[in-house]
Each structure stands twice: as C-alpha cells, then as structure tokens.
C-alpha cells in the first residue's frame, strides 16, 4: 500500500451567530474559505454549529426555556436546503473536506448532526447523534445504527461523533472496528457550569478526545464552540444564569494516534482555526503497540454487538408478498427520508 501523502486539518474555535441561520452560514462560508487560505486539507466544525448549542435546558425550567423552541427550529438546518447547497458550494469552490455541526430539522424533529461533505461539494453522510446527553433529549430526536459509519475518503477513513459519544465504550469500539484513521470530535462549548460541574468542562472533555486519538489508534480533529457576551445576553437574563453559562469555554485541539496534542490552544475566549499535520503512517507506529480490534483484542472473550441498520417509524406492508415468496415488499423506500427544504 503507498504512503498516503501527510496533510493539513483544522479544528474550528469560534461562536456561530446564535439563532441565526443565514448569518451563521455566513460564516462558515468564510471560515472555509479561511482554511482554503491556509492550506487546510480537513476542515472540523463544532456540535451544533449551526444555529448554536442549546444552552436553555441547562439554564431553567421547561416553560421558561419554550421561548426559544420556535426560533432554534426555524434557523435550525434541512440536509436537503438552499442554505446546505450554499455551504456545499463553498465546499467545492474550496476543495476541501468539512464535517459541519448541526442541528438538523426534519419537519418536527431537530437532531444533533454531522453533515461530511467531499472536496466536490458531494455528501459523503449526514449522521446524527445516537443518544442525546441529559436534557439534549428534550430538544432532539436519536440517531440508529447507522450513524456509526467510517468512510473512506481520499484522505483515508474518516468518521465522526459528538460530544458525549465519546464516552460511551461500545459506540467508540463500533468506530474503531471500522479501522478509522482520521476522526471528528465535534463539542459544544465548555463554558457551562464552568467550576460546577467538571464532568461537562474543558478538562475531562479534552482529555476524552485525547483518550479516543489513544484507545482508536487515530487522529483526532475536536473542535469546540465559544460562547460570547452575544450569546449569554440571548440566553442569560440573570446573575444566576450568567454565572451558569460564562463567555468562552473554547478548548479546540488535534490529536495523534499516540495521544499527544499536535498544536497550542488558543484562549478560551478566542475564534480561530487550531491546525496541524496529520501523517497516517504514524498510526503504524501506534498500533504497533496496541490495535484495540486487532492483536490487543480478545474475541474470544469479548464482543461487540452492533446493528448498524437505519430504522424508520413506518415499514411499508404489501398484503400477499410473503406469500409469493418475496422477501421484501416492492418499492421500498429510502433508508432514511430526504429532509425537508
């Protein structure tokens, strides 16, 4: 096999224009264009990059947080939209490969997603988040099996996971087993409860990227949001809730197959691109030591089971098909139903 050639990737640190969609594409129109500048390869956005995270579950009640249902569905992204053509346009004018944080609405639901998007402007996938973390649950819909896909790329083999994904063992060893090489860590900002609650702050959740680039054998692209004095005027109209949800909270960093990080940190309060050179014949040398589905795995003792097959509400019935001995009514459709525009 030859030497794939070494390459730049970027993990993006910045704030989206909050609840605002056209504004938000905006931007990342020109932070694409900012890593084309710099010569940037791979190109990762934070969880919910578009319209932003959100926060207000985590800050009050259910009745007082309804007063932001209506505008994050609204600015909330379609797969199939004017406002995705125009961020994958922006792709392919660049050339680049982006993985872009969203939350996806598809009609009444809203899921945490992953939008891959090739050099040309093509989707390799959109994914969603299997599991919302804790109150996540009640703003968005889950994702199925199928969201736990690795896809080869002219990069190598590329996957992606959200947040708190990353703790789970057996989500993280279904992508391991897929022989990933390059990975996306997309994470919301970790300025809430920012020295209240150090499971959802900058340290641990840094140290779980670093864990995965480690246990995986991969690199690891994590980026994260930032929040601004913007934001927290939206979503904070007390002491209280601004002490719950402080400016910044940007931890960005890429990974090695060894674990060690391969940039500097930019201020937690700052935007910019965090970038470095991915070599995947470093991985080599890390699973030389450890290959967590190859000679350091024990089949015979463990096992994962894993169906990665996409689930849907509706399974369409033909009466009589079984009995001529099809084994699958006619006319199936689409794993998964195209998003509204």
Known sequence: MPKAKPFLAAAVQAAPVYLDLAGTVAKTIDLIRQAKARDVELLAFPETWLPGYCFWPWLGHPAWGMQFVQAYHENSIATESPEMEAIRSAVADAGIHVVLGTSERDHGT?????????????????????KPTHVERTVFGEGDGSDLAVHDTSLGRLGALCC???????????????????????????????????????????????????????????????????????????????????????RSMIFGPDGRPLAD??????????????????????????????????????????????????EPFTPGYRELGASSPPDTPPTRPTTEG
């Open 110 to 130: 809203l899921y945490i997603g992953q939008s891959i998007i090739a050099p040309d402007g093509s989707v390799i996938a959109h994914r969603r988040k299997l």
């Open 164 to 250: 708190w994904e990353h703790l789970q063992p057996l989500v993280k060893y279904a992508m391991y087993a897929q022989h990933e090489q390059i990975h996306v860590a997309s994470w919301p900002s970790f300025a809430l409860y920012e020295g209240g609650a150090y499971a959802l702050g900058a340290e641990l959740n840094t140290a779980v990227s670093q864990v995965y680039a480690a246990e995986g054998g991969c690199f690891v692209v994590a980026a994260t949001a930032v929040v601004t004095p913007e934001m927290q005027a939206i979503l904070c109209d007390t002491d209280e809730r601004r002490m719950f949800l402080p400016v910044g909270g940007g």
């Open 265 to 314: 940190f930019i201020p937690h309060t700052e935007e910019g691109l965090v970038i470095a050179e991915i070599d995947l014949g470093l991985i080599s040398l890390a699973k030389s030591a450890a290959d967590p589905v190859g000679h350091y795995a024990r089949r015979d003792v463990t096992r994962l089971l894993f169906n990665a097959e996409s689930t849907r509400c509706v």
